[in-house]
């Protein structure tokens, strides 16, 4: 049998397969992504947990199986997401300064990342002030006046009070 020719079905469900509410199935001819798969029972459902992948008789690999779990985004990570919400609402419409920094590996630095390697800072001479819209935008603005990928991070200074530029960079 041809694989475009093959049926197959999809059956979602609101928790682990079996021992949760079956919400509906879903079937198609071909193949499909894992992440095609997921997208359409998103639109089907935002509820499901699982798919039970059931693939046509003829299929080769039929009787084998195949389950789909949605991956949440951890609370940590959810956490994060929130706090960088709020800190861009909190700091939108402001001027801030911004710091482009440089992490030099240096067994003698005084900074350590989260593998235990030593390093240290090395502030690029170029700092910019613009009117603050999002962490993104400024990652931006940093690779357009440093340079993509000679950065590894910003500092930020707020000041309502900013004096004039005595230079800017375009």
Not at 29 to 36: A, F, R, V, Y
Not at 63 to 74: A, C, D, E, F, V
Not at 121 to 150: K, P
Not at 159 to 165: M, N, R, T, V, Y
Request: proline letters at 5%.
């Amino acid at each position: 049998m041809h694989p475009e020719a093959m049926k197959h079905k999809a059956s979602l469900w609101d928790g682990e397969f079996g021992k949760s509410r079956h919400i509906t199935d879903v079937h198609w001819e071909g193949d499909i992504t894992q992440q095609e798969l997921a997208e359409v029972a998103d639109q089907i459902s935002p509820d499901w947990q699982t798919i039970d992948l059931e693939l046509d008789p003829a299929h080769p690999r039929h009787g084998n199986t195949y389950r789909l779990n949605k991956t949440w985004p951890s609370p940590d990570d959810e956490d994060f997401a929130l706090r960088v919400l709020e800190a861009e609402d909190e700091l939108e419409g402001h001027y801030v300064w911004v710091h482009c920094c440089k992490h030099v590996d240096d067994p003698q630095g005084e900074l350590e990342d989260e593998t235990g390697r030593t390093y240290r800072q090395v502030f690029n001479t170029v700092m910019f002030c613009v009117e603050f819209t999002s962490f993104d935008e400024i990652a931006e603005l940093c690779n357009e006046n440093i340079g993509e990928g000679e950065w590894d991070e910003y500092e930020l200074y707020l000041d309502d009070e900013l004096p004039e530029p005595i230079a800017t960079y375009d």
